[in-house]
């Protein structure tokens, strides 16, 4: 074990002996007064009186909940891009761009330096809890791959910069960390996605890298990248043959899972993590089974609103004090970046509140319900997960939207746009239609009764695609590589013609 390693480890018995005897909802409320009194004298903080808060109770009874559009029409839309003392303390030197997963209408996310360090913290949690997992670990002993958009910033005024979230990531290292890092500034840079997989490939042939973490399906990509250079079918073993850990996140990984392992064979092991552009989120810190753990101590403090009232005039405001396991809630957070009682637009689950560890179930965005059947993400990514395991076989990457009835349909219902590995047998669509459908109406009452006697929805209809095509689709919208996210549900009918009209040509 290298002395880096060494000192890891140290660093995890102190984290893991502190989160043991963590009241997390405690926690949670120093967390808010902190940062309220930090941000008092702001322009947020004086109209919303923060030097009378005092507690919980009082923030909400201040503080309504606002969305994206509501805290740029009110406070950071005027002075932007020279946030000063608007909603945090001093001149936001970074902003996330982000665009959502369908939506093609940019967003600019504050980062403060108080961010950027609370996200380091984070990851070092992460690296917490897998040497803590595993003692022969020397996780530090190479490099750490993040696989992440363009690291090019743009300065948009005096010291105030705009990028990827991982550009402004890769800017802002710690020190101590920068040795680690993989790939270098030269790669980092480049714009093109292509061209940067196809760099990152041959620069890997010859570096040792110990962690790989990336959106699931563009990793993927590199690994077919890298096998097509040695004219051949590779795992792990020759070409990670040092890595420990596969981190991966911001997509549910049940549709990937089965991929990753086999391509991992055991070399390493599959960790998940919920950074967001307003946060790191939470780390998964047990088995998968268990969930993601709040990072409840981090500069983050979190609310959650019952999904049916997401729409109510004045919802349900609830604490990690309040919560219960199983029911799905809208994300709410506010952090060391000036975004006060903030619709991140996730929706979670917990899995247990004591320790509080999560589940993402998707976003306040994704439902489709074009018939009334009230579908969610998880519920969709559990099914075609369930039935490609049954079948054996491998999706890269897939959407669901919705079909309506026309002359020789009677009745509409859901279309499955699905890319698997490798070419399907004959009676794929019809048995994978079926188990989708049976996990379906299993696991949700609107759909099985909007699915009763085929009255109200048709049974799925599955469009098995070439490997390759949702990359080809990202690519034709702008969206190709880093950290842009294929939507698994898509309710815009006009981007679900378009995907649709794609697809049509590479029908398998």
């Given at each position: 074990m290298g002395a880096a390693t060494a000192f890891l480890r140290q660093v995890a018995r102190r984290r893991h002996r502190k989160l043991a005897k963590q009241d997390a909802a405690a926690e949670q409320e120093h967390v808010l007064l902190r940062l309220v009194g930090k941000a008092k004298n702001t322009r947020f903080g004086r109209d919303h009186d923060f030097g009378a808060i005092r507690n919980i109770t009082d923030f909400q009874a201040r503080v309504p909940l606002r969305r994206y559009a509501d805290m740029w029409d009110a406070y950071w839309?005027?002075?932007?891009?020279?946030?000063?003392?608007?909603s945090w303390p001093g001149l936001i030197n970074y902003f996330a761009t982000t665009s959502g997963t369908t939506s093609g209408e940019s967003k600019f996310i504050p980062v403060t330096k108080e961010m950027i360090r609370t996200n380091a913290m984070a990851g070092v949690d992460l690296l917490c809890h897998h040497v803590m997992a595993r003692p022969n670990s020397d996780v530090l002993g190479g490099k750490s791959m993040m696989l992440g958009g363009t690291s090019v910033l743009e300065e948009r005024a005096p010291n105030v910069w705009i990028g990827d979230l991982s550009g402004i990531t890769q800017k802002r290292w710690p020190a101590w960390f920068q040795q680690f890092a993989f790939p270098p500034p030269d790669i980092a840079l480049i714009d093109d996605w292509e061209e940067k997989v196809h760099r990152l490939a041959k620069l890997l042939e010859e570096t040792d890298v110990r962690v790989i973490s990336g959106t699931p399906s563009w990793v993927l990509v590199l690994f077919e990248v890298q096998q097509k250079l040695l004219g051949r079918q590779a795992n792990a073993s020759s070409l990670y043959p040092n890595v420990e850990m596969l981190v991966h996140g911001g997509v549910n990984f049940s549709p990937y899972r089965a991929r990753f392992e086999a391509f991992l064979d055991g070399r390493g092991e599959l960790r998940e993590a919920y950074p967001a552009s307003e946060g790191f989120i939470a780390v998964q810190d047990s088995g998968p089974?268990?969930?993601?753990?709040?990072?409840?101590?981090?500069?983050?403090?979190?609310?959650?609103?019952?999904l049916e009232e997401l729409d109510a005039p004045n919802p349900t405001r609830l604490t990690l004090a309040e919560v219960e396991p199983g029911v799905n809630y809208a994300l709410v957070l506010s952090n060391c970046?000036?975004?006060?009682?903030y619709f991140i637009g996730d929706t979670v689950r917990f899995v247990s509140v004591d320790p509080p560890r999560i589940r993402i179930t998707g976003r306040t965005s994704y439902f489709l319900s074009a018939f009334g059947e009230h579908v969610i993400a998880e519920e969709v990514e559990v099914a075609a997960a369930g039935a490609a395991s049954e079948l054996g076989v491998h999706i890269n990457d897939f959407s669901v939207g919705a079909f309506f009835p026309e002359p020789g349909k009677s009745v509409g219902g859901h279309r499955y746009v699905v890319e698997l590995s490798r070419t399907p047998p004959a009676s794929f669509a019809e048995t994978f239609s079926r188990l989708v459908d049976d996990t379906m109406q299993a696991g949700s009452k609107d759909y099985r009764a909007h699915r009763s006697d085929g009255f109200g929805m048709?049974?799925?209809?599955?469009?098995?695609?070439?490997?390759?095509?949702?990359?080809?689709?990202?690519?034709?919208r702008g969206r190709l590589g880093g950290q842009n996210k294929v939507p698994r549900l898509i309710n815009d009918e006009e981007l679900f013609s378009n995907l649709c009209e794609f697809a049509e040509q590479r029908r398998l």
């Open positions: 839309g005027a002075d932007f891009p020279e946030l000063r003392d608007v089974a268990d969930g993601l753990r709040l990072i409840v101590d981090r500069g983050l403090f979190f609310e959650f609103v019952p970046a000036g975004a006060w009682a048709a049974a799925p209809e599955i469009w098995p695609v070439a490997p390759g095509t949702f990359a080809d689709w990202m690519k034709s």
